[in-house]
Structure formats: structure tokens, C-alpha cells
DNA sequence: CTATATTAGTTGCTAATGAAACTAATATTA
DNA sequence: TAATATTAGTTTCATTAGCAACTAATATAG
């Protein structure tokens, strides 16, 4: 391999989408902060499917955000922490605990949701919705390719 | 917002990035386990500049890793207490610390070359080089949009 | 019915990240 | 040249992630 395939690959994909991510991840963080609301980009990613869905399982979140269920206990620690979701024990299946907002949480999650659009033009800027569709498509098969690295 | 709405947002391009991301490190990792090597991806992708330049400041591979100088210090850190690399003290500015391979460090970066191409193949299998190009080009600009997330 | 397997979730360990405060060396400028 | 600002790198503290080993509860097979 010379040095020039080499440089080709130190500029490639990988690293470009760490730091697509960590921008993104920075931005959206910092945009919450500045309009007052303390939330990371995994937790506002929890909260949105227990919104949506009234109240979720662990394992429901998991497949929903891909994240492995470490992570998600992790996530849900957080946001119990911060008074934004309980653990509801499952009255049936005595090994799940079902994730519900609390009213503070569905206050947090009406105030995010505009920072989430803004962020979402701030990233999409100059990028045609035909580009972002096929971006979107080549994620989706790599995660395909791969399995889902969950 | 109908919850409709959110569902699309939360199946989102942050959600996906974040997702192949998660599944190309781990497959890279995992492939250069099966072969016997044990670095990681955020490793890898700092040997590679130091073993094209030669030699690299810290400065210069956080600029080339598009990682801030705290992250560039730690990964130096892990790869000596592995004894790829060594620093070395610049002889004309005593600030900078010049990194450089070691021949544990060359041999590991030319057995992991092999992997690194067959881990690329297995990311982009059934997608067009058209359509890559495309993903590229949509990732840098949203690091242009957003700043480089250092 | 009992032994075994599977499932949901948690915990301990290790690695990576980011911001801010810090040290030492070099550059600037008055 | 002395005082100040900037730069390269490190350290500290807090957060986050993944893997593997673990617990408790349910489901399955004999």
C-alpha cells in the first residue's frame, strides 16, 4: 500500500462519521443548554418513544433506538435521576419494568422538541433532501452490512 | 408534533450515524481481534498518519484525527503503554512531543492494513461508489455546517 | 412437577470523550 | 529585555459506552 492509498484511508468514512456524530451530538446539546434545557442527545432519544408509545420496556426501547440494554439502563438511570422517567414494574411479566414520563418530563420533552428542528435545519443546511434520502439509505445498508453493532 | 412525527424524527439520520458508526468500530475491532491484533479503532486511525509522515506532533494528528488535543493525548498514552509509539521531544520547540512508530508499532500497522481493507469491503458491500461519494460529500458538509465537532 | 434454558435488567470493569484548569515553552510587544 | 500572550501538551473531573458476569423471573423439556 503507498502512503497516498494510505492518507485515502485516514480521510475516509470512518473518520468522517465520528466526527459528523460528535458534531451533531455537540450542537444539539449545546442548543438544548442555550434554551435552557439540560438533555443529552441519547436520552432525548429515549424520551421521544416513551412519549410516543405512553410507556415502553427496556428492552422496547433498546430495539427502537439500537442500543444495547446496558446503555439503556444506563440512559434510564439518567433520566429517573433527573425526575423526567419511572420504572413501572410490569404487573404480568414480573421481569419487565415498563418506562413511563413523568409531568416534568413531558414539560422537558414539549421544550426540546423545537431545539431538535432547529438543530435538525442547522444540520441539513445546504444538503438537498434527495442527498440526505441517499445518506440515509447508505447508513441504513451499512447497519444492514454489519449487523447493527448493537 | 403528531406522534407520527416524532416517530420520524426519532428513526433520524442522528440515530442511524450513530448506529453504523457503533457497527463499523466494533466490526473493525472484532476483525482485527480474529487476526490477533488488539487496537483499537480510535488507535488505528492515529497510527496511520504517524507511519505516512513518518513522525507527527500531537497537534498536527489531532488535526488529521479531527480529535481535540485531550483525546490525542490519551490515545499517545495507549498506544505507548502498548509500545507502538514513543514520544519525542522536538529538539527545536520543546513544546511539541514528535510521535513515532516503533518496530512493534510498523509490524502491527502492516498487519492491520489487510484487516482495515476487509472490514472497508464488508461496510460498503452492495453500495455504489456513486452512492458513497454522495455520502461523503454529505458528511463533510455537515461538519461544515456544524464546525468539526473538536 | 422439576431441572434446564431463556429473558429482562443490573453491575463492575475498561476505554473514550469533553470542558476547564494547569504547566512549561515560545512569541509578541512595549 | 521584561512583561504579557499564545501554544503544546497534560491532568482532573464528570459523563458515556460496551462487554461480560451476574440476579431474578419466566418459559420449556423431560
Redesign the interface.
Known sequence: ?T?EA??K??M?????????????????VQNAMDSGSDIS?DQW?VL??I??LGSASQKELGE???KDKTSITRLVDALERKSLVVRIEDQLDHRVKRVVLTNSGKQLFFDV?PI?EKT?E??????SDE??D??????????N??????
Open positions: 500500500m502512503k494510505s492518507l484511508f485516514h475516509g468514512m470512518g473518520m468522517l462519521i465520528n466526527s459528523a456524530h460528535r458534531a451533531m451530538t455537540k450542537r444539539f442527545l432519544m421521544g418513544p412519549w410516543q427502537i433506538c439500537l422538541l431538535m435538525r442547522e444540520v441539513r443546511e445546504n444538503i442527498d440526505i441517499t445518506f440515509k439509505s447508505v447508513l441504513s445498508r451499512i447497519i452490512n454489519l449487523g447493527d453493532g448493537k
